[in-house]
DNA sequence: CTTGTGTCCTGTAGGC
DNA sequence: TGCCTACAGGACACAA
């Protein structure tokens, strides 16, 4: 599940070698892959455009083309860019894009829930309605313990479920809010509203460090995930995992059993003594 | 508008 | 050994 902190260093790692390079053969291994246009109109289109910078908006992996288009990839529970020599094939590779430099950019998506995207300016409301409704990022200064407040400000429904809402905290999953909520010491099955002022600073603050320190690390690589860097070697930030997936262990500052809990279709784990 | 539930998808783990 | 089921979860559709 890549999330904020893994999309954003894939975009650092793929930048410099994606940058000013122009796309020479684009080859699509399963069609079910492209999510807009067409195969045969992506095909089309991107081939001969040449690559002017790649940006990233949540978990959205954006990289910009010379006609002003944008590909746009999201990787959902499973994807992988890679980028590696034109002569070999990462397993579960969907759609290949050849460059100049004798790479290939590689989408890898054994579950096959992520896309790719081909899109102009104008066509974002149509063809990414998620994306023109996103909410801000924990990691940009806007994000304040204010905004938050105000998002969860009279809202019945459980915290951990608006977390991972991108209308709220764009490019926050699953792995980052278990962590947030554990640092802030807020249980992820409080009522949004429920929460008091000193707990919604808390958490703003333990978002944006989470994120952060996500980032420095390189992101989260953990079994039966498939995050990797473009180079297929994993990130760091699983060795400083709390309480993610750590049901039935022991919390690591208190000794207490953390617990799992399921909060609408996805697993939550806290400690019932240091989140309250 | 808000809230809760189901669906997509397929590799992996665990039970028997 | 092999079959079967549950599970993982981001985004979105849909119902109430």
Redesign the pocket.
């Known amino acids: ?3 904020l902190p893994e999309v954003e260093t894939i975009r650092r790692r793929l930048e410099p070698d994606l940058v000013g390079q122009r796309v020479v053969a684009v080859r699509v291994n ?1 069609p ?1 892959i492209v999510g807009y246009p067409s195969v045969r109109t992506l095909v089309r289109q991107v081939t001969g455009r040449r690559i002017t910078g790649l940006a990233r908006r ?3 992996l954006i990289v910009r083309l010379d006609d002003h288009q944008e590909l746009i990839f ?1 990787l ?3 994807g992988a860019l890679y980028l590696v020599n034109n002569s070999k094939t990462p397993p ?1 590779e969907r759609i290949q894009f050849r460059l100049a430099s004798g790479n290939r950019l590689s989408l890898a998506e ?4 992520g896309r790719v995207y081909l899109v102009g300016g104008h066509e974002y409301p149509a063809v ?4 023109t ?1 996103m909410g801000r990022e924990p990691i940009e200064p806007g994000f304040t313990a204010s905004y938050l407040a105000a998002r969860l400000h ?5 915290v951990k ?2 977390l ?3 209308r709220i905290c764009c ?5 980052y ?1 278990d962590e947030a909520l554990f640092r802030a010491g807020v249980r992820p099955t409080r ?3 429920s929460l008091t002022r000193a707990e919604i600073g808390r958490l703003a603050r333990a978002l944006r460090q989470v994120l952060k320190e996500g980032i420095s690390w390189c992101g989260t690589t953990i ?2 995930r498939r995050y990797v860097l473009p180079d297929g070697t994993s990130g760091g930030f699983q060795k400083y995992l709390r309480v ?2 750590r049901g039935g262990e022991r919390c690591g500052r208190c000794g207490a059993t953390i617990q ?1 809990v ?1 909060i ?5 784990c806290y400690c019932p003594v240091c989140q309250k």
Do not use: C, W
């Open positions: 599940m890549p999330e399963r079910e949540g978990k959205y999201h959902r529970l499973s579960y054994p579950r096959m829930l990414l309605a998620g994306m409704k009279g809202r019945k429904t459980k479920t608006l991972l809402d991108q490019g926050v999953g699953n792995i809010s009522r949004a509203g079994a039966d993610f997936r799992r399921r609408g279709n996805r697993s939550s």
